[in-house]
């Protein structure tokens, strides 16, 4: 390096060095601080009061929560009293009329889209008889043709009414477990009893 460079260097660091040694002092140390310092109010202006938390038609608020249009869930599964169930013929049973509409219940931890006449298996219920008719309320959605209602978490006056149709046993299932080199080996069989409901109707909307 000549001694014109080296000159010019020596000038250059010692008039940059000082300049930037002040600003560190007066800035603040981070840029966290440095953001801090930007956005606080200053000591002349009042300090803004915190905003309040409105609801909206949605559900939601300003603060990010979300407000149930219900204020318990009701229970999944109700038993509907004989003297307010709908007439079943003992040997034609029930007619029910398609319709186009659906409904998607929750029955315990299971969720099920269905229609009229539509049949599906749940967990055995207790303390229910064949023939018997039951109000499934826990109604998450429902939907036609031209609507859809979203329930929040579910929708105030749907219901669903299914008739008990049959206690059958699902298939069995095997359960397998091995460790090899420890001749230890299990099998195990299982089998569900469930539920058949065959639905009725679906409440809380048109066709």
């Known amino acids: 390096m000549s001694r014109h460079v080296a000159r010019r260097a020596f000038s250059l660091a010692t ?80 007619e029910v009329r398609p319709k186009d509409v659906f409904g998607v219940v929750e029955v315990r931890s299971h969720q099920f889209k269905v229609s009229p006449d539509d049949l599906i298996f749940v967990d055995k219920i207790k303390d229910v008889e064949v023939n018997d008719v039951v109000r499934l309320p826990r109604v998450l959605m429902l ?17 669903v009414l299914a008739l008990v149709e049959e206690h059958v046993r699902d298939g069995k299932k095997f359960i397998f477990k091995k460790k090899r080199r420890k001749n230890y080996r299990r099998m195990n069989g299982y089998r569900a009893q469930l539920t058949g409901l065959r639905v009725l109707e679906v409440r809380g909307i048109e066709e």
Do not use: M, Q, Y
């Open 143 to 159: 939907g036609s043709k031209t609507r859809t209602v979203i329930g929040r978490p579910t929708v105030p006056g749907a219901e």
């Open 15 to 94: 008039s940059v060095a000082p300049a930037r040694a002040a600003r560190a002092a007066t800035a603040p140390s981070t840029s966290f601080a440095r953001a801090v310092a930007a956005f606080a109010p200053s000591s002349s202006s009042p300090s803004p009061s915190p905003p309040l938390a409105r609801a909206f038609a949605s559900g939601l608020t300003i603060n990010g929560g979300v407000t149930p249009a219900v204020d318990a869930v009701p229970e999944s599964i109700v038993l509907v009293p004989r003297e307010e169930a709908p007439a079943i013929d003992a040997e034609r049973g029930v």
